[in-house]
């Protein structure tokens, strides 16, 4: 378009020329095109986020916007057999980072932030990443969160902040305090990488807590539950808005025990401050109502992540108190030994009643001198039992021979797992001419029968077996699994043994010698209830190395035993206990006593009508003023009262 | 000339198309702030929306020439109030914008857009040249460089720059040689990075250093846009329904009512909803021009244009924004996003243009 020309002498024209709004339209047409520049330079700069690649933003607005929320299960409770709880949980914070939204380098000051150690925060993590578990899980990283760690946590969580921050409310487990049953229950703890790479726990994931040791191991399967997840959407400051889908985590289930807290906690005390074990079963269903192992830890250590330093010192304690000596002590058992090797003599016919040996302190066998711990004289079964008599059993041992005696070890149960459900039961050794040549290539020579005779040598057995083997023979031959679960399934059937009854009573009549006529467990004596029971006090050093100068430090000290069992008759209770370095064994059967005492008297306390109340006459509430009781008709309440009074 | 005003020479399409893109902005703002502290904002918007009409048919009724002449006297007006704004007005977000209180305030800066426009016109449409001259030009851009200044210490550099687009546009329809305008370019070309270290604000250098590179500042105006991005991306096609964008509810948007609103617009309606409502922009901005083309006089073609070109400055810096194309300015999208003082202002614009059309067919 052609502008006017415009003259600057001609005002007229020009401020009528100038005016002319049309002068500019070819520049408005230009302005135009520009603004149809502009809109589609916007309208591409959509279409490349809109319709180009939406899927990378709609994944990036999920990962802004969903979090998944582990909605973890409580493990069940354990209680006793009278249902009451001896592990509970109580409920905490965790901290959890999502790895949805993870940042390395947020570690940093997130560990700045909580106190915790960078780089084992970093290594933790890397071992999570490592495993290619679906990014869905968070890594716990922090427990028991202290309101101080809450609040910074609330404070940062926001988007622009550490997102990845996640407080998990947790059920954490609750043990019993200073130990009690501490072996018996175990303790849960984080599933190990080591774990996690075998395979019946492959189905584990990482950060799982999962049950290390003792029942909470053997039943894990029961008492932890289904984890469940959330999924949530969540604002730009972290809280959440709503719930998108939510899977309910399944509690586990609770698991009722054998054990009696009044038994248990009477054993424990009775090995206060003592290294040893007390197994009480009742030797009629194999239930067992106490096992107690000392020293003992304080599983409340390990609830959640155990930190190293606590480790370390259990596992430097010299007195291994994470051991459970209840069934892993294997120690020889000394004079309690004696009435299986007095029964296998009865039942082989290698001795009978008449059988008597004289004991003046000590024999010669092999070419060697056996001690006896005292002068008994002339002495038979009975009173061999009863004053434990070492020489009688020399020659009764010498009489039978190994495989006679490991046959009727074996019998009661000795050199083999009890299957009592825990895990790490030790089998103890039961020495036979088989063993011997199967172990060292050499056969058995008759001269070493003579100390197995009395329970030393290599014999060995755990707390547990000599109370299943003693309760068996109490109840005449019937051994029935130990067990800790009540409601345990799939238990054997009892074992039975073919004894000749008045054989094992001669036995057993022995054993409440031990205790009632003077014997050597003279302190397991009851008034109420008759106690039968065996000492046994195990050498740890041979009577040789001790004359050639090994001092008898503390360790060196002799292991004292005591088993006994009651009442005489239809045996109820069966207590074993193990007093290591005790020195001898009548001071374990206070122990054992102690525990068979709190049984009866519970036993008696519950039979005992509980005491009357005297009863207030009914007409005295019911005599109200003459006055009142012609103006108020009769209400609801008075009638409740009537009907109250028989 | 009353007799030629009529209801029927209305620009009832530029009104139509006000009115929709208005209730697209109340509508998104309802969405953006439900659950929110500022649930109020879309009838607030709606009653700012009313008496932006009523504003829209007073800027119509003064013959505009009357306006024209009283500009020196609204210059001296803005001027005083923008002052004034230092002395008296309300500190928010570390910027002294506002005169009022905290929770009710007019923000100055906005009614300054009008002045601007109506300078620009008065200014050019007297002058008698061919050509502007340098000379004339340094004095007009003198007459808009002092409000810009003072806005620009506030600080609002996103409003100030609004003012550049109406002179720009004008000093081209006016005619300038185009060696001016490449020395011009040239010189700003070698101040802009002086200024960058010397006028701008730490927050401002920011926001350059993040629209350069949003990464690098992921938790500031990177955030910002880096968000808003998200959000506009995952609404792809269809959108994500009204009330249904998680960037929008989950308040990982900035201010999705106010300068991200085409952000939350196009997360919760999609590319389709985008087209539409540009459209109408579009739409809006040549019935403008339009009544640029047809005006009686340049006056009237200079307060079009103006209008116009702030228009369009606006749309481009803000959704430029939303789509990271633009770096964040912080001036809102007219018309949609919530705030009084920036509808009235517009309303009291778009009133001028309706006047301009009004009065086309004098002589």
Same mark, same amino acid.
């Given at each position: 378009m052609?502008?006017?020309?415009? #003259?600057?002498?001609?005002?007229?024209?020009?401020?009528?020329?100038?005016?002319?709004?049309?002068?500019?339209?070819?520049?408005?047409?230009?302005?135009?095109?520009?603004?149809?520049?502009?809109?589609?330079?916007?309208?591409?700069?959509?279409?490349?986020?809109?319709?180009?690649?939406?899927?990378?933003?709609?994944?990036?607005?999920?990962?802004?916007?969903?979090?998944?929320?582990?909605?973890?299960?409580?493990?069940?409770?354990?209680?006793? #057999?009278?249902?009451?709880?001896?592990?509970?949980?109580?409920?905490?914070?965790?901290?959890?980072?999502?790895?949805?939204?993870?940042?390395?380098?947020?570690?940093?000051?997130?560990?700045?932030?909580?106190?915790?150690?960078?780089?084992?925060?970093?290594?933790?993590?890397?071992?999570?990443?490592?495993?290619?578990?679906?990014?869905?899980?968070?890594?716990?990283?922090?427990?028991?969160?202290?309101?101080?760690?809450?609040?910074?946590?609330?404070?940062?969580?926001?988007?622009?902040?550490?997102?990845?921050?996640?407080?998990?409310?947790?059920?954490?487990?609750?043990?019993?305090?200073?130990? @009690?049953?501490?072996?018996?229950?175990?303790?849960?703890?984080?599933?190990?990488?080591?774990?996690?790479?075998?395979?019946?726990?492959?189905?584990?994931?990482?950060?799982?807590?999962?049950?290390?040791?003792?029942?909470?191991?053997?039943?894990?399967?029961?008492?932890?539950?289904?984890?469940?997840?959330?999924?949530?959407?969540?604002?730009?400051?972290?809280?959440?808005?709503?719930?998108?889908?939510?899977?309910?985590?399944?509690?586990?289930?609770?698991?009722?025990?054998?054990?009696?807290?009044?038994?248990?906690?009477?054993?424990?005390?009775?090995?206060?401050?003592?290294?040893?074990?007390?197994?009480?079963?009742?030797?009629?269903?194999?239930?067992?109502?106490?096992?107690?192992?000392?020293?003992?830890?304080?599983?409340?250590?390990?609830?959640?992540?155990?930190?190293?330093?606590?480790?370390?010192?259990?596992?430097?304690?010299?007195?291994?108190?994470?051991?459970?000596?209840?069934?892993?002590?294997?120690?020889?058992?000394?004079?309690?030994?004696?009435?299986?090797?007095?029964?296998?003599?009865?039942?082989?016919?290698?001795?009978?009643?008449?059988?008597?040996?004289?004991?003046?302190?000590?024999?010669?066998?092999?070419?060697?001198?056996?001690?006896?711990?005292?002068?008994?004289?002339?002495?038979?079964?009975?009173?061999?039992?009863?004053?434990?008599?070492?020489?009688?059993?020399?020659?009764?041992?010498?009489?039978?021979?190994?495989?006679?005696?490991?046959?009727?070890?074996?019998?009661?149960?000795?050199?083999?797992?009890?299957?009592?459900?825990?895990?790490?039961?030790?089998?103890?050794?039961?020495?036979?001419?088989?063993?011997?040549?199967?172990?060292?290539?050499?056969?058995?020579?008759?001269?070493?029968?003579?100390?197995?005779?009395?329970?030393?040598?290599?014999?060995?057995?755990?707390?547990?077996?000599?109370?299943?083997?003693?309760?068996?023979?109490?109840?005449?031959?019937?051994?029935?699994?130990?067990?800790?679960?009540?409601?345990?399934?799939?238990?054997?059937?009892?074992?039975?043994?073919?004894?000749?009854?008045?054989?094992?009573?001669?036995?057993?009549?022995? @054993?409440?010698?031990?205790?009632?006529?003077?014997?050597?467990g003279v302190r397991a004596h009851l008034p109420n209830v008759v106690v039968c029971g065996k000492t046994g006090s195990a050498q740890l050093v041979s009577n040789a190395a001790l004359k050639a100068g090994l001092k008898q430090t503390q360790d060196l000290k002799d292991n004292a035993w005591f088993v006994g069992f009651a009442p005489r008759d239809n045996p109820e209770i069966v207590v074993a206990a193990l007093f290591e370095n005790g020195e001898h064994g009548q001071l374990a059967a206070p122990i054992v006593r102690d525990v068979i005492k709190a049984y009866f008297d519970k036993k008696a306390r519950l039979a005992q009508p509980l005491p009357q109340v005297t009863r207030v006459p009914s007409g005295l509430l019911q005599a109200p003023p003459p006055v009142a009781s012609a103006a108020v008709p009769p209400t609801g309440v008075s009638e409740d009262a009537t009907a109250v009074n028989p | 000339m009353a007799a030629h005003r009529s209801l029927r020479d209305f620009d009832w399409l530029m009104l139509i198309l006000v009115s929709a893109i208005c209730g697209l902005g109340m509508l998104q703002i309802y969405s953006a702030t439900r659950d929110t502290q500022f649930t109020e904002a879309w009838w607030k918007q709606g009653i700012w929306i009313f008496a932006g009409f009523i504003a829209l048919w007073i800027g119509t009724l003064i013959d505009y020439h009357t306006l024209l002449g009283q500009v020196a006297v609204f210059y001296g007006l803005s001027i005083a109030t923008l002052v004034a704004t230092f002395a008296v007005g309300t500190t928010i977000f570390g910027s002294r914008r506002w005169i009022g209180s905290p929770s009710y305030h007019i923000q100055p800066s906005e009614f300054v857009k009008l002045v601007i426009v109506l300078l620009v016109a008065r200014y050019l449409s007297e002058y008698k040249g061919d050509r502007l001259e340098l000379r004339d030009l340094f004095k007009l851009a003198g007459l808009v460089g002092l409000p810009m200044i003072l806005v620009m210490i506030q600080p609002d550099l996103g409003t100030a720059l609004t003012y550049v687009p109406i002179l720009a546009v004008g000093v081209f329809l006016a005619g300038f040689r185009w060696q001016y305008a490449v020395a011009i370019l040239v010189i700003v070309a070698l101040v802009a990075p002086v200024s960058y270290w010397l006028v701008l604000k730490d927050y401002q250098r920011q926001r350059v250093v993040s629209f350069l590179d949003p990464n690098q500042d992921p938790k500031g105006s990177g955030y910002q846009v880096i968000q808003s991005k998200i959000a506009v991306g995952a609404g792809a096609l269809w959108g994500r329904g009204v009330t249904k964008g998680t960037q929008t509810q989950g308040r990982f948007l900035p201010v999705p009512q106010k300068d991200f609103i085409f952000s939350a617009f196009a997360e919760e309606h999609g590319f389709v909803g985008v087209i539409v409502a540009l459209g109408l922009y579009f739409l809006l901005l040549m019935q403008i021009v339009q009544n640029a083309q047809t005006a009686s006089d340049r006056a009237g073609m200079y307060i079009c244009m103006g209008v116009a070109a702030l228009l369009l400055f606006h749309v481009l810096v803000n959704v430029g924004m939303v789509v990271g194309r633009m770096p964040v300015t912080g001036i809102p999208l007219p018309l949609m996003s919530s705030g009084g003082s920036n509808i009235v202002a517009m309303f009291l614009m778009l009133g001028l243009v309706n006047n301009v059309r009004l009065r086309r067919f004098v002589n």
């Open positions: 052609k502008l006017p020309i415009v #003259r600057e002498d001609d005002p007229g024209a020009n401020t009528l020329l100038r005016d002319d709004p049309k002068f500019a339209s070819q520049k408005i047409a230009f302005f135009q095109y520009t603004a149809i520049g502009v809109f589609l330079f916007l309208i591409t700069g959509f279409w490349d986020l809109q319709i180009r690649n939406p899927e990378v933003y709609q994944e990036r607005a999920l990962e802004n916007s969903v979090k998944s929320i582990p909605v973890l299960a409580p493990r069940g409770k354990i209680l006793d #057999r009278d249902g009451r709880v001896i592990v509970d949980n109580h409920s905490s914070f965790s901290l959890y980072l999502s790895r949805e939204n993870l940042k390395m380098e947020h570690l940093r000051p997130i560990a700045e932030g909580l106190n915790l150690d960078y780089d084992s925060l970093v290594a933790r993590v890397q071992r999570f990443q490592s495993r290619r578990a679906p990014t869905y899980q968070p890594i716990p990283i922090k427990e028991e969160l202290t309101p101080g760690e809450l609040a910074f946590v609330d404070s940062h969580k926001d988007l622009a902040t550490f997102p990845e921050l996640e407080v998990v409310r947790v059920q954490h487990r609750l043990y019993p305090r200073d130990g @009690m049953a501490a072996h018996v229950i175990g303790y849960v703890g984080e599933i190990s990488e080591s774990e996690l790479d075998s395979p019946e726990l492959a189905r584990f994931h990482q950060g799982d807590i999962i049950g290390k040791d003792g029942i909470e191991r053997e039943y894990n399967d029961q008492l932890m539950g289904v984890d469940g997840q959330k999924r949530v959407e969540v604002d730009s400051f972290g809280n959440e808005r709503h719930v998108l889908d939510d899977k309910e985590a399944i509690p586990g289930k609770s698991l009722q025990l054998t054990i009696d807290l009044d038994l248990q906690a009477v054993a424990e005390l009775t090995l206060e401050n003592r290294k040893g074990a007390v197994v009480a079963l009742d030797p009629r269903t194999g239930e067992v109502l106490a096992m107690v192992s000392r020293p003992a830890f304080d599983p409340n250590l390990f609830a959640g992540r155990i930190r190293s330093k606590d480790w370390k010192e259990l596992m430097d304690n010299p007195a291994h108190p994470l051991l459970n000596r209840a069934i892993q002590a294997q120690q020889a058992p000394g004079s309690t030994f004696k009435p299986i090797v007095a029964l296998a003599g009865l039942e082989t016919g290698a001795i009978d009643d008449s059988f008597s040996v004289n004991c003046p302190g000590g024999a010669s066998f092999y070419g060697s001198y056996h001690k006896c711990w005292h002068v008994h004289g002339t002495i038979s079964l009975h009173r061999a039992l009863v004053q434990s008599c070492d020489t009688y059993f020399y020659n009764v041992g010498n009489r039978l021979g190994i495989d006679r005696i490991a046959q009727y070890a074996d019998m009661v149960g000795y050199g083999h797992k009890t299957g009592i459900d825990l895990p790490h039961e030790a089998e103890g050794l039961v020495p036979s001419s088989k063993w011997k040549v199967r172990n060292f290539r050499e056969r058995w020579y008759p001269s070493e029968t003579i100390s197995v005779a009395i329970g030393q040598g290599a014999t060995t057995v755990t707390p547990l077996q000599m109370a299943s083997a003693i309760g068996g023979l109490a109840v005449g031959g019937m051994w029935y699994q130990p067990h800790l679960v009540k409601d345990a399934a799939h238990l054997p059937p009892a074992r039975r043994s073919e004894i000749n009854l008045e054989n094992l009573g001669k036995v057993l009549s022995g @054993m409440c010698g031990v205790v009632n006529e003077g014997g050597t | -």
